[in-house]
């Protein structure tokens, strides 16, 4: 029987944007010129992604809850930068038909950030030709308290019954709902989730490079995505059984 080796496309990209800090300090530069770079990069591969290529969704890791942590002047400039810019990227969207959601708390974010935020979901809502989610203040381990939280209100209130508590009923208490991640990129050469995504995951394909965020060009997403179109191609030419787990 012929094997269906048809290179795949993924429907859900997510990037975990990392390595600008690294890129700043390898060329003895401010961290803030590092971050500068990495956005200007960040709508590049935004733009290419879901307006060049087709992917219909792309889920961007850009500000972790984690990241609070960081130096004070650290975190407002990042924050400066957000509530700069995203203005401009959901002109950028909203020219090509894309809708832009966020993913994250919006406890512990500044008021022009917010507005910014908002300013970008309510232009863009009645858009469908593919969706940018940005995940702004996110870390999956909240995500997931937080959906804990909305599903133990509703069976206090009885409007919901602890035997009909199912993946679905905690998918739907997730931030957004959208497909599940077929690709997962990080850049920098770490090879770790660092609390993205966790739920929605779960079968993805990961691609890792040593390449640092505002170096990732053009070319190096293309080079992901073959590398996801020749990792599914296999899978799909893989005999299976129905006690195959694993591979």
Same mark, same amino acid.
């Given at each position: 029987?012929? $094997? #269906?080796?048809? !290179?795949?496309?993924?429907?859900?990209?997510?990037?975990?944007?990392?390595?600008?800090?690294?890129?700043?300090?390898?060329?003895?530069?401010?961290?803030?010129?590092?971050?500068?770079?990495?956005? #200007?990069?960040?709508?590049?591969?935004?733009?290419?992604?879901?307006?060049?290529?087709?992917?219909?969704?792309?889920?961007?890791?850009?500000?972790?809850?984690?990241?609070?942590?960081?130096?004070?002047?650290?975190?407002?400039?990042?924050?400066?930068?957000?509530?700069?810019?995203?203005?401009?990227?959901?002109?950028?969207?909203?020219?090509?038909?894309?809708?832009?959601?966020?993913?994250?708390?919006?406890?512990?974010? $500044?008021?022009?950030?917010?507005?910014?935020?908002?300013?970008?979901?309510?232009?863009?809502?009645?858009?469908?030709?593919?969706?940018?989610?940005?995940?702004?203040?996110?870390?999956?381990?909240?995500?997931?308290?937080? !959906?804990?939280?909305?599903?133990?209100?509703?069976?206090?209130?009885?409007?919901?019954?602890?035997?009909?508590?199912?993946?679905?009923?905690?998918?739907?208490?997730?931030?957004?709902?959208?497909?599940?991640?077929?690709?997962?990129?990080?850049?920098?050469?770490?090879?770790?989730?660092?609390?993205?995504?966790?739920?929605?995951?779960?079968?993805?394909?990961?691609?890792?490079?040593?390449?640092?965020?505002?170096?990732?060009?053009?070319?190096?997403?293309?080079?992901?995505?073959?590398?996801?179109?020749?990792?599914?191609?296999?899978? !799909?030419?893989?005999?299976?059984?129905?006690?195959?787990?694993?591979?």
């Amino acid at each position: 029987m012929p $094997q #269906d080796t048809a !290179a795949r496309f993924p429907t859900h990209v997510a990037i975990i944007v990392d390595g600008n800090r690294r890129w700043a300090k390898q060329r003895l530069m401010p961290v803030s010129l590092g971050h500068k770079a990495g956005f #200007d990069r960040l709508r590049e591969i935004t733009r290419y992604a879901v307006g060049d290529r087709g992917v219909y969704v792309l889920s961007l890791y850009v500000f972790s809850t984690e990241n609070f942590s960081r130096d004070v002047k650290e975190v407002g400039y990042l924050m400066d930068l957000f509530a700069n810019n995203f203005r401009t990227i959901a002109d950028e969207m909203n020219e090509r038909g894309c809708k832009v959601l966020f993913s994250g708390r919006r406890e512990g974010l $500044q008021q022009r950030v917010l507005d910014a935020m908002d300013y970008m979901m309510d232009l863009t809502k009645d858009n469908d030709k593919g969706i940018v989610n940005f995940c702004l203040n996110y870390g999956s381990h909240a995500e997931l308290t937080d !959906a804990m939280r909305a599903i133990a209100g509703e069976v206090k209130a009885g409007t919901l019954q602890p035997e009909e508590i199912n993946e679905k009923t905690i998918e739907s208490h997730l931030y957004r709902d959208l497909p599940p991640v077929d690709l997962m990129i990080r850049t920098s050469g770490e090879e770790r989730l660092s609390n993205f995504l966790l739920w929605q995951c779960a079968y993805s394909e990961f691609y890792f490079t040593p390449v640092l965020f505002p170096d990732f060009t053009k070319e190096c997403f293309d080079k992901a995505l073959e590398e996801y179109a020749a990792a599914t191609a296999v899978w !799909a030419a893989t005999p299976k059984s129905k006690n195959l787990y694993f591979t």
